[in-house]
């Protein structure tokens, strides 16, 4: 019993691809305009711009067959370390009469913006290098391992608004996409399906120019013979409106663990001797928070995986212990440092009333879409108080309350009670 690799307290993830398609946006203008990428003199094809990312690149993946009307459409959202292959994460509830049913929706799934599978993110190879010429870059700009200069830490800061306004971009104008029926998303996914619900399930506020960028109801269509909302239904899982000093507090915990190793070197670090042991030790804490003090109680107690080893001290060989490692070990064959540090850094920017009111409330008043919020009764990483303020928060919002001993990574475990409240959801709302 026990070792570090039992599949019952794994990651929840399959196989983790690049598969896709790809969706280019050039001149892409994110929300924070900040100072990056600096060089001065060297190369200007290499200079990186500032606040912007030229061309912004989304991977993404499409199931079933969009409908004459071009409204059949689910769009569904991955947590922090996913990718857009929903069958590797969410299998269960994709296909032919399932929740995301294949026969009937048309559905969307987008790799995140700054992500490492396959979209832009830090390890993608800097604009303007085509590999020919001389080599005039310095050697303080970050390699991948065949040499070419890629992003790394000079990679900008993105938000969670940056990722979803790039796919609402994709959906409109490469896709053609009339109307969204509905968004859904757990953890990292339900932040980007809450930004959804501001950007395209609200009605814009008397007085504010339409059309803002980043603004409450920027995406809206023509339906029915009127203006509506691009999105007409969301199911947030497992967030809140906004990163709490909590989740931030979690969050840091894992960069300082990278910061800590000395292979770091300030983010620009040898590609063939990458700060590893930070990785790991930063996917070990995610790991805890993800799951329960009873879940790990009834999975490890204080068993050993070597009963004739010592029973505690350094050398204890704790079954606990063992999974942990195990966790962190694999993780490397799926992350890099930079990336992960990024996207933890991402999640941290969810704020949905930054630059747009005054408190959670007024914001996602405007959101008169249907929505579903769905909480775990034993997270605790993202307390159900959290799900209980945007369900009241908006008004045609309902909670609905998954049970589970797993803590947060319910969303990705109760996938029968998951599977539940969408269908009911979508059977429910137009």
Request: aromatic residues 10%; charged residues 20%.
């Amino acid at each position: 019993m026990g070792t570090g690799k039992d599949a019952s307290m794994d990651d929840e993830y399959g196989a983790m691809t690049t598969s896709g398609k790809l969706y280019a946006r050039p001149d892409f203008h994110l929300e924070h305009y900040g100072t990056f990428g600096n060089y001065g003199s060297i190369n200007t094809s290499l200079t990186l711009p500032r606040g912007l990312l030229d061309p912004a690149v989304l991977n993404y993946n499409t199931y079933g067959t969009l409908n004459a009307e071009r409204d059949n459409v689910l769009v569904i959202c991955h947590a922090l370390t996913g990718n857009a292959s929903l069958e590797a994460w969410w299998g269960d509830l994709l296909g032919s009469g399932r929740a995301f049913d294949t026969d009937q929706y048309f559905i969307v799934c987008c790799n995140i913006l700054g992500s490492c599978y396959g979209s832009v993110g830090p390890s993608s190879v800097r604009p303007g290098y085509d590999g020919t010429g001389p080599d005039e870059i310095p050697d303080s700009v970050p390699r991948d391992a065949e040499g070419r200069p890629i992003y790394g830490i000079d990679f900008p800061d993105v938000s969670v608004r940056d990722t979803v306004r790039l796919q609402l971009l994709l959906l409109k104008e490469e896709l053609g996409i009339e109307s969204i029926k509905c968004v859904i998303g757990g953890s990292f996914g339900g932040m980007q399906a809450v930004e959804y619900c501001a950007m395209a399930g609200a009605t814009r506020p008397p007085g504010s120019k339409g059309g803002t960028p980043f603004g409450i109801g920027e995406f809206v269509t023509r339906r029915n013979g009127r203006i509506e909302p691009f999105v007409r239904g969301a199911i947030p899982i497992a967030c809140g409106a906004r990163h709490t000093a909590w989740q931030i507090a979690i969050s840091e915990t894992q960069r300082q663990a990278i910061y800590a190793d000395p292979r770091w070197r300030g983010g620009r670090y040898d590609p063939a001797d990458p700060p590893d042991a930070g990785l790991s030790v930063a996917r070990q804490v995610a790991m805890v928070s993800y799951r329960t003090p009873l879940g790990y109680h009834k999975k490890f107690g204080r068993a050993l995986t070597d009963e004739s080893g010592p029973s505690y001290g350094s050398r204890a060989p704790w079954q606990v212990k063992s999974y942990l490692e195990y966790q962190g070990h694999k993780f490397l064959d799926r992350f890099d440092p930079v990336t992960y540090l990024k996207l933890t850094e991402q999640m941290d920017s969810h704020d949905v009333v930054r630059g747009r009111g005054e408190s959670v409330q007024q914001v996602l008043g405007h959101v008169q879409i249907p929505v579903c919020v769905l909480g775990i009764d034993s997270d605790v990483l993202y307390p159900l108080r959290e799900q209980e303020e945007l369900a009241d928060a908006m008004p045609n919002a309902e909670l609905k309350i998954i049970h589970s001993d797993a803590g947060h990574d319910g969303f990705l475990l109760e996938q029968d009670q998951v599977a539940a409240h969408i269908k009911s959801f979508l059977y429910s709302h137009d």
